[in-house]
């Protein structure tokens, strides 16, 4: 692939031309669900872009070649609260939410991550970040719990692009007399009974589990090593969370960066609201594949490109819906094969502008060009199975209709021959109704015949 790849970085503030640091393994963090409730539309955002973005990298490095790790927040506080609520146990309701979430990515098209991790399988590797980060200075135990010291990394901030003080002043902060500093972060904390607890790190007598920022450093160290290339997630987590897994990382591993690209996701609202329980317009992935395909779903989500907000309407829908349709209807059922469309790989590989490449799509298929279809699949969609499922349909939806129309003409003829003559009109009318062209004739027998078309 002759395109250069260039992608936004939120902590340098532009967009740079992406080399990975081994084009033999591109290794890819996406923060993923925690595991308590149906994923939300706004959750499926970053599962969507970051998709689009593994199979780019899949195409220009070889698919071999590349490294994409999302993980499960399967021990954590929400977690907790819902499994008591619903009186069962937290394994029973993570291992639930997984296979919901499982079927809902695969509905919308994303393929399955390199790894996916969870949490509590990683906390040994946990205790062992905690553990060197006290022994280093950069955290510190009160009251048993392990909090990092912000004030002991000089770069603390540098994703959020503001200083301590700004932060403390804008930031809602957990008061809690045992920190040094509003801004510290809780690494560990002890856990009561009921909770789920593990022997705790740095010499604290009481069992007790990680934190929440914790765990990704953790989980992103063991797959994909110190430092690795693309860090991805909504723009909803570059702070706290990413700062403080960057903080966490940078002091653990003694490294200059943790991702050499951070990239985020802006916001969704829902008909040009905030969507919010309270606002009645919250929507699941579940309650949105009730409204469309998940190819619907994900092209309608790709329309905006993916730092700008999306305002998720039924309009938008209907949008997508009518665009697969001329692509699959331009490609017939032939068509796959060969490679994607240069244009559409600029425009793609330009920090994924996705409605530019969704624009040249739409050309290609004006066009009848032949790589509308492989240039289709780097967005996820695959327009010959589309393309085959819309004739299976029509033919479906004709032989249903043939076999009513029939059945009607039928019903007429008696009609007519029992000289039911106003029951015989009244078959006629819903005939005519269906769009059928009647034409009566006789045969050889003196019978009466009826023909009929559909009117064009
Ligand atoms: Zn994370």
């Not at 819902?82 to 997984?98: D, M, Q, V």
């Not at 609202?269 to 606002?279: C, N, Y």
């Not at 998940?294 to 665009?323: F, H, S, V």
Request: aromatic content about 6%.
């Amino acid at each position: 692939m002759n395109t250069t790849l260039t992608l936004y970085d939120t902590r340098s503030r532009q967009k740079r031309l992406f080399t990975p640091a081994d084009p033999d393994n591109v290794r890819m963090y996406v923060c993923g669900p925690t595991v308590y409730d149906f994923a939300h539309i706004g959750n499926a955002r970053p599962f969507l872009v970051f998709d689009v973005l593994f199979r780019l990298l899949r195409a220009r490095y070889g698919a071999e070649h590349v490294t994409y790790v999302r993980n499960i927040t399967d021990v954590e506080d929400k977690i907790n609260a819902r499994a008591a609520e619903r009186g069962i146990s937290i394994e029973a309701l993570t291992e639930a939410t997984i296979a919901d979430f499982h079927a809902d990515v695969d509905a919308i098209g994303c393929l399955r991550p390199t790894v996916e991790p969870r949490a509590t399988g990683h906390i040994a590797q946990m205790r062992a970040m905690i553990d060197s980060l006290v022994a280093s200075g950069h955290a510190y135990v009160a009251d048993d719990h392990v909090l990092f010291a912000v004030g002991s990394l000089a770069t603390y901030g540098a994703l959020a692009h503001r200083s301590l003080d700004e932060m403390l002043a804008g930031a809602r902060v957990e008061v809690a007399p045992y920190k040094r500093d509003g801004m510290d972060f809780v690494l560990w904390k002890p856990s009561r009974a009921g909770e789920p607890a593990w022997p705790s790190p740095a010499g604290i007598a009481v069992p007790g589990r990680p934190g929440w920022h914790i765990e990704c450093s953790a989980m992103a160290r063991t797959h994909l090593g110190d430092t690795f290339d693309i860090h991805g997630g909504g723009i909803d987590l570059a702070f706290p969370h990413h700062e403080n897994e960057r903080a966490q990382t940078l002091a653990a591993c003694h490294v200059d960066e943790m991702a050499n690209v951070w990239m985020h996701n802006g916001f969704l609202q829902v008909e040009g609201r905030k969507m919010s329980k309270s606002e009645g317009n919250f929507l699941t992935i579940r309650d949105a594949l009730q409204m469309g395909t998940g190819t619907e779903l994900r092209l309608a989500m790709l329309m905006t490109q993916y730092r700008q907000p999306i305002d998720w309407t039924q309009k938008r829908l209907a949008e997508a819906r009518a665009l697969l349709g001329h692509w699959a209807d331009a490609i017939g059922e032939g068509g796959q094969g060969g490679e994607a469309d240069a244009a559409f790989l600029a425009a793609l590989s330009d920090d994924l502008n996705t409605p530019l490449a969704i624009a040249r799509l739409s050309e290609l298929a004006k066009e009848g060009d032949p790589s509308l279809g492989p240039s289709a699949a780097l967005l996820g969609i695959d327009l010959a199975a589309l393309a085959a499922e819309r004739s299976a349909h029509t033919e479906a939806v004709t032989d249903d209709m043939r076999e009513e129309v029939e059945a009607l003409i039928a019903e007429r003829l008696a009609a007519r021959k029992e000289r039911r003559f106003a029951d015989a009109d009244r078959v006629r009318d819903e005939l005519v109704a269906r769009g059928v062209v009647l034409m009566d004739g006789k045969n050889a027998d003196g019978e009466l015949t009826t023909d009929w078309t559909i009117a064009k």
